[in-house]
């Protein structure tokens, strides 16, 4: 049988549960929650609760569960790979046609090469906004029909610290990102209602290629070596250090979990308390 409505145990603690058009089997012994595309989420305890059983009897199939929710959740969906250039609308088609209607949609264009303003024309200036204004805004605005629809979504932007605190060899990527963080601040608000929530990840330093090429910048602008630019970058962070990709995928994916739900048009910075302010 069928569960079309959404169940909702009250406050934010393991015992939440949220059940979307869920398919339920029962043998007499085992009941399964299968869920191809929709949303399950919340304990075994609170499930098993929720249909009068022990813990021991509920098993959830999901691609949302990895083995916590039900003792035997078990991911039994498959990962599509795909290769394609979101800044032109046939890459984005070809992402929608592998994933049509998504529950979590990140966005995640790398940003333009460093420099100053003398060196951006025309050129430069569209392909920046392109790529990380209006290829989000594009993806943003297909999924969101169905997300609505669906009365769930979450959308998590990354974007850059520039947005909050300028970085002068950023300008290209700092522009377009405050174009989207605009666009955010106002839909984000609209969809709220609807169980959507739209974020903006803002990174500061981290461990990445993106940061090996700035180090290499500037240490060809200040005449110094690579390992001088990176002993002066962690001098100047609180943290003494580079974030690391581990903390940073952690962080994206609260904002993409049921407990982030009232976190609404915000802008996360996660620096190591590199820009100094207090809002």
Same mark, same amino acid.
């Given at each position: ?107 995640? /264009? ?10 951006? +024309?025309? #050129? @430069?200036?569209? %392909? $920046?906004?392109? *790529? ?46 405050c174009g989207l963080t605009g666009f955010v601040a106002g839909t984000s608000r609209q969809v709220a ?37 990176? /002993? ?10 580079? +974030?690391? #990709? @581990?903390?940073? %995928? $952690?962080?994206? *994916? ?26």
């Amino acid at each position: 049988f069928r569960v079309d409505n959404i169940y909702r145990t009250p406050g934010h603690n393991h015992n939440a549960i949220e059940l979307h058009a869920v398919t339920v089997a029962w043998d007499g012994d085992m009941l399964e929650l299968h869920d191809a595309s929709q949303m399950i989420s919340g304990s075994a305890n609170a499930l098993a609760k929720l249909f009068g059983l022990k813990k021991e009897q509920v098993r959830v199939l999901s691609p949302f569960v990895g083995g916590g929710f039900g003792g035997k959740g078990l991911w039994d969906h498959q990962v599509v790979a795909v290769a394609a250039d979101v800044t032109t609308p046939e890459g984005r088609d070809e992402l929608l046609a592998a994933c049509p209607a998504p529950d979590i949609l990140v966005n995640n /264009a790398g940003g333009p090469p460093p420099g100053m303003w003398h060196d951006w +024309g025309e #050129t @430069e200036w569209q %392909g $920046a906004i392109r *790529a990380n204004m209006l290829s989000p805004i594009h993806l943003i605005t297909a999924v969101l029909p169905g997300m609505i629809e669906r009365k769930w979504g979450r959308i998590v932007n990354i974007t850059s610290g520039s947005v909050k605190s300028p970085i002068p060899e950023l300008g290209l990527s700092g522009a377009a990102r405050c174009g989207l963080t605009g666009f955010v601040a106002g839909t984000s608000r609209q969809v709220a209602r609807h169980g959507v929530t739209i974020n903006n990840l803002l990174p500061g330093q981290h461990e990445t290629a993106r940061i090996e090429s700035l180090m290499n910048n500037t240490a060809r602008n200040k005449g110094i070596s690579v390992e001088e630019a990176r /002993a002066q970058a962690y001098e100047a962070n609180p943290a003494g250090r580079f +974030g690391t #990709t @581990e903390e940073f %995928g $952690a962080t994206c *994916a609260f904002l993409c979990s049921a407990y982030a739900g009232y976190i609404v048009g915000q802008n996360i910075l996660l620096d190591g308390g590199a820009i100094s302010a207090s809002f």
